[in-house]
């Protein structure tokens, strides 16, 4: 008799990946839980049901569950479940699902329900009406119900007012033909009861099961099969008795009763046995079968045990490599780091180096960051969109670093073979099918010549950075196969949680560069440098104004992505001054010079390239974002 309610009751700069990751594992084991984590899933293959609905979505409690089974000498099974049900919202219909599962069919005798008094003085009364009353009872305020038939299952809606507050109980009465099976030398008897598929827990929930007795014919067998330990007593001559003080949402219970054929009528209604079995075979069954529900829910027991300590676990290690790999996210401001000297001397890497120090870069920042610095530095010249490379050979890659001189090479003379380059024509180059893969290669070179320059300044410990990878990605696998055998092994999505630590795993690896102490106050300086460059005015307000370092920061800030923010600060700082424009735009680009609005238009001019590369680069083949 399984029972499944169904309520549709119609009544400071840091690592911010780092900071996520361990954000986002506190969230999901505050959401999740030991206690969710270690209740024990729900066990097919029962026989009734019955859900509960009402106008709104109504929540309720089941305070008590008391099932009467009457096993009479000719086989008959007459079934009375009786519980109080206390609505936390308001009610109006029940409905109720019965299912004959294996007997020969459900017969409905009579439907009540408790309704309240016309006076307050007066307690509830039981009102019961009779199928054949059911048709007549409907213009009823007090109880009305439909009866419908689809092969085994009988549906029964019921509707009664309930009211928030209120326990109503509700007895429904049946009886069930064929429910008994012929053994050899007995007769057996083996229903599911107390089944609430919405997750309802059950208070005191009682089985009591009346055989006819024999007093000759010796005590019957009977035991309760479920994860949950039931109390079964014989209390009186012909009666079982199987409770437990609370059954967990979505449990059940199976009762198997095996009893002398002595008590039964030669005529009584009996399934016969599809393979003769005697009686000692088939306790056999039955207490191999309990053996192996218990180890079940003890497997899934110790299971949701080690989901919840895998998740803590994945808390402390998280945390360990953040502290051990990922320091900068923990270093605050440096003592002795004075903001006005590093803006009026400016970075000491290179645009590309204090991006990666920075982590706020993205591929085409970082491409169109290097180009602008070697437009300052004298080895290209700008105009709109076209990158012209001013002279040919090895004298004129002096003073320049090797991730420098390689793309150069790589643009002038993979991409176009000639002088000049526009974003376009790196463009196309990223998105074309036939290239995409050979960008893709050339890009992961280029990082990796900026990484060496990073060994070598003392910023990057590559060594650390691989262990910590492999640490990273072999705990995410671990991870990712416990949660596939848990889920596989306890049937249940429970242990789909631990793909969340699984994903933070591997956004850790991907994600990590080990940097050096020197490293991590270089990144807590960039971080900080990033910032005065979104808020340069606020900076510049007390100060002269400097064209000079102003053309010379552009190029960082083109690389750490603020490039658009901080130009439209310097157009207001510099007005209408077209000197102060000219000074700036000097070395930067030959096409637009001298007034005002030339400044707005280089703005725009560098945001669009600064857009058209993000935008098409991560869609090359081996891009992705923390390059």
Request: glycine share 6%.
């Amino acid at each position: 008799m399984r029972h499944l309610p169904r309520f549709s009751c119609k009544i400071a700069p840091g690592s911010t990946i780092s900071r996520v990751m361990v954000f986002l594992l506190v969230f999901g084991l505050l959401l999740l839980g030991p206690a969710g984590l270690a209740q024990p899933g729900h066990q097919p293959g029962q026989t009734a049901t019955f859900d509960v609905s009402a106008s709104v979505l109504a929540d309720y409690q089941i305070q008590s569950y008391q099932i009467d089974c009457e096993i009479t000498p000719d086989g008959l099974v007459r079934v009375q479940e009786k519980l109080d049900i206390r609505y936390e919202q308001d009610c109006e219909e029940l409905e109720f699902v019965l299912d004959a599962g294996k007997a020969r069919n459900l017969e409905l005798v009579s439907v009540a329900i408790s309704v309240r008094a016309a006076t307050t003085d007066l307690d509830d009364q039981m009102v019961e009406v009779m199928p054949d009353e059911a048709d007549s009872q409907t213009q009823m305020q007090s109880l009305s119900y439909k009866l419908s038939n689809d092969d085994a299952l009988s549906r029964l809606k019921i509707r009664t007012i309930g009211e928030a507050g209120e326990t109503r109980q509700v007895v429904v009465r049946y009886q069930l033909a064929g429910a008994l099976v012929q053994l050899k030398d007995a007769i057996k008897f083996r229903r599911g009861f107390f089944n609430l598929a919405q997750g309802k827990p059950i208070a005191n929930p009682i089985l009591l099961i009346h055989y006819p007795a024999d007093p000759d014919a010796g005590s019957p067998w009977f035991t309760a099969i479920s994860p949950v330990p039931f109390v079964s007593a014989q209390v009186d001559q012909d009666t079982i008795q199987m409770s437990t003080l609370q059954l967990p949402a979505r449990q059940n219970m199976t009762a198997a009763v095996i009893m002398p054929a002595t008590g039964f009528t030669s005529a009584a209604a009996l399934l016969p046995q599809g393979v003769v079995q005697d009686k000692a075979a088939s306790i056999a069954e039955i207490e191999a079968e309990q053996a192996r529900m218990t180890q079940r829910a003890w497997v899934k027991g110790f299971l949701d045990r080690l989901n919840w300590i895998l998740m803590v676990a994945a808390l402390f290690a998280l945390t360990f490599l953040v502290l051990v790999f990922e320091r900068e996210g923990l270093l605050w401001l440096p003592r002795h780091f004075r903001e006005d000297e590093y803006l009026l001397k400016g970075p000491g890497y290179s645009p590309a180096i204090l991006a990666r120090l920075s982590r706020h870069h993205h591929p085409g920042q970082i491409l169109l960051g290097t180009l602008m610095d070697l437009v300052l530095r004298g080895k290209l010249r700008l105009d709109g969109h076209v990158f012209t490379l001013k002279a040919h050979g090895l004298a004129d890659y002096q003073g320049m670093t090797a991730f420098e001189i390689f793309l150069l090479q790589w643009f002038f003379e993979r991409i176009t073979q000639e002088n000049t380059l526009s974003t376009a024509q790196i463009r196309r180059y990223a998105l074309d099918r036939h290239t995409a893969t050979e960008f893709s290669a050339y890009y992961e070179q280029f990082i990796i010549l900026i990484q060496e320059d990073m060994v070598k300044a003392g910023l990057l410990d590559l060594h650390k950075k691989h262990l910590g990878k492999v640490i990273g990605l072999t705990l995410a696998a671990g991870y990712a196969l416990a949660s596939a055998l848990i889920t596989t092994t306890t049937g249940t999505l429970e242990g789909l949680i631990l793909l969340l630590p699984a994903f933070l795993f591997v956004a850790f690896a991907l994600g990590l560069k080990h940097l050096t102490r020197l490293g991590n106050i270089e990144a807590a300086k960039a971080g900080i440098f990033r910032q005065h460059l979104s808020h340069y005015a606020r900076w510049k307000k007390n100060q002269a104004h400097n064209p000079a370092l102003d053309c010379a920061l552009l190029a960082p800030a083109v690389a750490l992505g603020v490039a658009r923010n901080y130009l439209h600060q310097l157009k207001a700082l510099y007005g209408s001054n077209h000197d102060l424009i000219s000074q700036f735009m000097a070395p930067l680009t030959k096409s637009l010079a001298g007034d005002a609005p030339n400044l707005a238009d280089f703005a725009r001019d560098l945001d669009a390239m600064g857009s058209m590369l993000s935008a098409s680069l991560y869609l090359a083949l081996g891009i992705h974002f923390y390059d």
